[in-house]
């Protein structure tokens, strides 16, 4: 029980963080973003490094064109 009366004072500070913005950020924008950060690092699980994943986030969130070609053929 003392767990769970705790808890409110554990967050107080991210409570307070939305009365200070007084609405202004909508959760639904952020849980959007948030979805969109989720999938594109699905997608990107096989990349073997962090450069490439953040690679893919750019595309992603920037809407960057893609390559005409990602390999150069001789």
């Known amino acids: 029980m003392k767990k769970v009366a705790l808890t409110p004072r554990r ?3 991210l409570i307070l963080n939305w009365f200070r913005a007084r609405g202004e950020i909508s959760a639904g924008s952020v849980e959007g973003l948030n979805n969109k950060l989720e999938l594109t690092f699905r ?3 096989g990349f073997r ?3 490439a994943a953040e690679t893919a986030l750019y595309h992603a969130m920037g809407k960057l ?3 005409l070609e990602t390999h150069r053929f001789c």
């Open 49 to 51: 490094t962090f450069d």
């Open 11 to 13: 967050h107080e500070p």
């Open 65 to 67: 064109p893609e390559p």
């Open 43 to 45: 997608k990107s699980y």
